[in-house]
T-cell receptor, first 112, second 116 residues
Framework: SQQGEEDPQALSIQEGENATMNCSYK?????LQWYRQNSGRGLVHLIL?????REKHSGRLRVTLDTSKKSSSLLITASRAADTASYFC????????????FGQGTRLTINP | DAGITQSPRHKVTETGTPVTLRCHQT?????MYWYRQDPGHGLRLIHY???????DKGEVSDGYSVSRSKTEDFLLTLESATSSQTSVYFC???????????????FGEGSRLTVL
């Protein structure tokens, strides 16, 4: 399987704390993306980091990419109850013919 | 929100019956995708399209076929549904399909299929 792996599978923290999710992938990539999915809904794109970038910020989100380790992390700072959702990383392999390969997701629960 | 509509949103069917799921977009995006989502597997690509009448297989294409006769519509067909095809199916669209800067997907709300 080309699927990447995410770690942890589930994470439960208190509101206000920071949440970190990790993602690994298997092949050389053009870019890596993070998506969010609320229960019963479709996925929503959060942020894209290119293969030549090491870090990117968007609001309370910080994404890092280490292509030598084929890994990425998503940090959500000052978490809120509304951040409760599943988070997926997805990579776009070089030569992957327009395919986006998703990880299995991290289920994040923010406790008020 | 991107204009993507999936239909039906829920369907219960019996083993051996044909099923067609429809994805309709109003964004005029070139690329369209069908994924299935199952516990423990995340999202897996079934088929995708890179233009009208241009389609290709994903990693879990067995038992599925697709058609795209118009830019706005991408149909997923299960010729003879099996219980292993019980899943939530997501359609996604993308304006571009490759390169380092591109490839953001916009997803529909999903179609929940139960095969008894």
């Amino acid at each position: 399987s080309q699927q990447g792996e995410e770690d942890p599978q589930a994470l439960s923290i208190q509101e206000g704390e920071n949440a970190t999710m990790n993602c690994s992938y298997k092949t050389s990539i053009n870019n890596l993306q993070w998506y969010r999915q609320n229960s019963g809904r479709g996925l929503v794109h959060l942020i894209l980091i290119r293969s030549n970038e090491r870090e990117k910020h968007s609001g309370r989100l910080r994404v890092t990419l280490d292509t030598s380790k084929k890994s990425s992390s998503l940090l959500i700072t000052a978490s809120r109850a509304a951040d409760t959702a599943s988070y997926f990383c997805a990579n776009r392999p070089i030569g992957g013919a327009q395919k986006l390969v998703f990880g299995q997701g991290t289920r994040l629960t923010i406790n008020p | 929100d991107a204009g993507i509509t999936q239909s039906p949103r829920h369907k219960v069917t019996e083993t051996g019956t044909p099923v067609t799921l429809r994805c309709h977009q109003t964004e005029n995006h070139r690329y369209m995708y069908w994924y299935r989502q199952d516990p423990g597997h995340g999202l897996r690509l079934i088929h995708y399209s890179y233009g009208v009448k241009d389609t290709d297989k994903g990693e879990v294409s067995d038992g599925y076929s697709v058609s795209r006769s118009k830019t706005e519509d991408f149909l997923l067909t299960l010729e003879s549904a099996t219980s292993s095809q019980t899943s939530v199916y997501f359609c996604a669209i993308s304006e571009s399909g490759g390169g380092t800067n591109t490839g953001e997907l916009f997803f529909g709300e999903g179609s929940r299929l139960t095969v008894l």
